[in-house]
């Protein structure tokens, strides 16, 4: 029987006898009858009790990669249900052909091709931490996810921001620039480089001619002006002009690797400045901006949507992850950006939906957290803790990343604060569990916040671990007095992939007393552009 429908299904019944048991297998392709027949051969002869217990036996490798340890098994039962469902995504959409190499249907062009292809995954949201987490955790799968992107950009000639299987008309940004370039600059693709930054050059200036989202909507008033204009019509501005000023910052830091011509790199360099266009210096907060150079009036910053996605002017405004030391400097000093960020906790839960016509679901997520105007259930805000770090007060970030993990993640079926949106608020949760954040991908930092548990073990593709070890914590104790990196004193507030990957031993010392920074100087901090590289 064949049946061709947009939603098609099928069930299968069998007369059966009291006790008796049947055995079906179902295998099913993209791409063609003989292939599913193929695919089928992933069964292998194994009978049901065999099938499960080498899946089970695949899950314990997976996540046997990260061991925590703790007497507390609520705790335990969420971070691995985080873990669990990190790896999740993107999922995997080739199949492997007669020859046993991989092959897919493109959904871009519709035809059958070798070689790797992924979808089911939002850049806007995954860029921040899930694709980091895969390109430190399992590189040689980040590696068959970097093909797989140059496979879709062969194919439609872009990269996709949302796929699903293929371009998805969905959220803001130009985020390829992002997952292409951590993964090249941390060396875990071998995918063709000069191919995969001419592809990021094609997205950052032209837009996909049937879905806005892909590609750059607004590029050309981005290129002209510096930022994508509150009056041109084109929705959600201010969210497009940070993202796409990151953006820049990726593609500049790609193509300083790769040698390209510096009239071309001295583009992006100064591009990825754009995000001073939109800050408002009276309300000290990203601001949409008209045309004519005018900041937009009158302007609510706890107007959700508008000139931002999905969240308001509070949630966005720390939206630099490239150039934090730029922002501080916009907003006065670093004691005034520490107090910008106390204020999101402080501030009343309050906010304006008209651009929604009604609460969304991030709306009354936040409200229902009681976090003040801190908004965790959705991705813009997700860094914002760590930024602490860039203004000499670490302990609050410490602080605070802890009351999110006990507050808002939980092993029960209401145990997510939000969306959980493709693996990236689990994600969150994993890094932070370990006591490191990718605030920046594209750089080779992660940020420290604590560790959450007493001891952690993750072991690397490369078979190094990194060993993290606290004894004295707990909720009390929850600040880092003093911290040891292979034996030896550690003030910096930040580890690298490069270091990481040559495995660690990482002892803390938990103290109960904020306001300790354990010695850590201005030369210590995480990169920024505007400290590290702009002079
Ligand atoms: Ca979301």
Wanted: neutral net charge.
């Amino acid at each position: 029987m064949e049946l061709k429908a947009n939603h098609a299904g099928a069930a299968i019944g069998f007369s059966t006898r009291k006790g008796e048991q049947v055995h079906a297998r179902v295998a099913s392709s993209f791409i063609s009858w003989e292939q599913a027949e193929r695919n089928l051969k992933e069964l292998d002869g194994k009978n049901f009790e065999q099938t499960k217990e080498a899946a089970r036996a695949a899950w314990n490798n997976t996540l046997g990669r990260i061991r925590v340890e703790s007497d507390d098994a609520e705790r335990m039962r969420t971070f691995y249900s985080c873990f669990y469902r990190s790896v999740l995504f993107p999922r995997m959409f080739f199949e492997y052909g007669e020859d046993g190499k991989p092959i897919h249907y493109s959904p871009y062009n519709g035809e059958v091709k070798p070689g790797y292809m992924f979808t089911d995954t939002g850049f806007w949201d995954t860029f921040r931490c899930l694709f980091p987490f895969v390109n430190l955790v399992y590189p040689s799968m980040g590696e068959k996810m970097q093909e797989g992107l140059l496979n879709a950009y062969l194919e439609s000639g872009f990269f996709p921001e949302w796929a699903s299987p293929g371009h998805r008309g969905c959220m803001v940004g130009n985020n390829s620039a992002s997952v292409v370039a951590d993964a090249f600059l941390k060396g875990i693709t071998k995918a063709d480089a000069e191919k995969m930054y001419e592809g990021l050059l094609k997205g950052a200036n032209s837009v996909h001619p049937r879905i806005s989202s892909t590609g750059r909507y607004g590029w050309q008033y981005y290129n002209e002006l510096g930022y994508v204009p509150y009056d041109a019509g084109i929705n959600e501005n201010v969210a497009r002009t940070l993202e796409y000023a990151y953006d820049d910052w990726c593609i500049y830091q790609m193509g300083k690797k790769l040698g390209r011509p510096s009239d071309e790199l001295e583009v992006y360099k100064k591009r990825c400045q754009n995000y001073r266009n939109v800050f408002d210096p009276e309300s000290g907060l990203m601001r949409g901006r008209n045309k004519d150079g005018k900041f937009q009036s009158p302007f609510n910053p706890f107007k959700w949507g508008d000139a931002f996605t999905e969240g308001n002017s509070w949630h966005y405004t720390w939206s630099v992850f490239h150039d934090v030391e730029g922002l501080i400097g916009l907003m006065g000093g670093k004691e005034k950006f520490a107090a910008m960020l106390d204020s999101v906790f402080a501030l009343p839960p309050v906010f304006d939906d008209s651009y929604y016509g009604g609460v969304i679901h991030e709306i009354r997520e936040m409200e229902i957290m009681n976090m003040g105007n801190y908004a965790h259930g959705n991705q813009p805000i997700q860094h914002m803790i760590y930024l602490y770090n860039y203004a000499g007060q670490p302990w609050k970030a410490q602080y605070w990343l802890r009351e999110v993990m006990n507050r808002l993640y939980m092993p029960t079926p209401d145990g997510y604060c939000g969306d959980e949106d493709n693996g990236q608020t689990s994600a969150w949760y994993v890094f932070t569990a370990l006591g490191f954040y990718p605030v920046c991908p594209g750089s080779d930092q992660y940020v420290l916040g604590a560790p959450y548990f007493s001891k952690a073990t993750l072991t690397l593709e490369n078979g190094k671990k990194i060993e993290i070890s606290a004894p004295k914590n707990s909720d009390k104790n929850r600040y880092i007095r003093n911290l040891t990196y292979n034996g030896k004193s550690y003030t910096k507030n930040y580890f690298t992939y490069s270091d990481l990957l040559k495995g660690a031993r990482l002892v803390y010392d938990m103290d109960s007393q904020p306001a300790t920074n354990r010695g850590v100087k201005e030369s210590d901090f995480p990169y920024s552009f505007s400290r590290d590289e702009a002079k």
